[in-house]
């Protein structure tokens, strides 16, 4: 089997684990015993993971079925939108200290990738590359750090399994970063390695990491809660 094939099934894979993911999720948020903060926490989540799920399906036509630059921009458009609802459910429930200031960068981040990429469409050659790359980046660092270092301060200041699974999600979700990481064009290692068609960092190890972090992620969240 080639890597390609080996890419194709570990996607779908993820994408079916994803939809079974979301709707368990959105199964928990209604539970009758959860107070409004907990649904809109699920919820959050839910639409976070069933929004990603539309960004790879692009990112996945592009890799395997038409590489048209169009596919994977859209892809990265609707993949930072995801993640606002993503940050925006763990700032209004889990960490209230930060003011929304990481779910402001992230629609600022959409917004301005937004203009570039429609400049790029319409007014080639306008936009510096590396601005995007700049916007990319910053968002991903941003986040990238945020995320788990809630999760870890969570397991700081609690005890017994609500520590361990804290930490599990952040483990998790450290992964899963290091996932999409892994599939990036632009300023990840898959750009010195010039993403040939078998390239194993961004065909094999990319959905592999991100099924592994997805699953922590919701093994921790399913305990914790």
């Not at 080639?2 to 994803?18: G, M």
């Not at 700032?91 to 003011?99: F, I, M, P």
């Not at 609500?162 to 970063?177: D, E, K, P, Q, W």
Request: aromatic share 16%; no cysteine.
């Amino acid at each position: 089997m080639q890597i390609n094939e080996i890419s194709i099934a570990l996607w779908i894979i993820f994408f079916v684990f994803s939809g079974i993911f979301g709707i368990i999720l959105i199964r928990k948020a209604f539970k009758p015993a959860f107070e409004r903060p907990q649904r809109e926490y699920f919820l959050g989540i839910a639409v976070f993971i069933l929004v990603h799920i539309i960004a790879r399906v692009f990112y996945f036509y592009y890799d395997f079925i038409d590489a048209q630059v169009l596919f994977w921009e859209v892809g990265a458009l609707v993949g930072v939108g995801s993640i606002i609802f993503l940050v925006y459910a763990i700032e209004r429930n889990v960490y209230k200290r930060s003011k929304f200031v990481i779910t402001i960068i992230a629609i600022i981040s959409l917004i301005a990738l937004s203009i570039i990429t429609v400049l790029d469409v319409y007014s080639p050659g306008l936009i510096h590359p590396d601005i995007k790359v700049i916007v990319q980046t910053v968002n991903t660092a941003v986040i990238g750090l945020f995320l788990p270092l809630i999760y870890i301060y969570v397991a700081i200041k609690s005890s017994g399994t609500y520590r361990t699974n804290s930490l599990i999600i952040a483990i998790g979700i450290i992964i899963f970063l290091g996932g999409q990481t892994a599939h990036a064009k632009g300023f990840s290692m898959g750009a010195f390695l010039q993403l040939q068609p078998d390239n194993f960092l961004y065909f094999i190890l990319s959905p592999t990491l991100m099924l592994i972090g997805g699953i922590l992620f919701l093994y921790g969240l399913i305990k914790q809660s």
